[in-house]
């Protein structure tokens, strides 16, 4: 899965449920943890979603 494609399914998922984790996009997305924590960081500096202790959440 193409490298934005994977994250604007992130941010929707956070949006969507209020809050993502490492663990489950790791297990739905079949990447390793390392990849979802740069797409994490990727898309907090972007203001689309909120870096917390093992996950994220949504900033709308």
């Known amino acids: ?29 079949g990447v390793s943890r390392m990849t979802i924590h740069r797409d994490l960081q990727h898309l907090d500096a972007q203001g689309r979603i909120r870096r917390i202790r093992s996950g994220a959440t949504s900033t709308a």
């Open 1 to 29: 899965m193409p490298r934005e494609e994977r994250r604007e399914l992130i941010a929707g998922a956070a949006r969507t449920k209020g809050h993502v984790w490492v663990a489950d996009l790791v297990r739905e997305l």
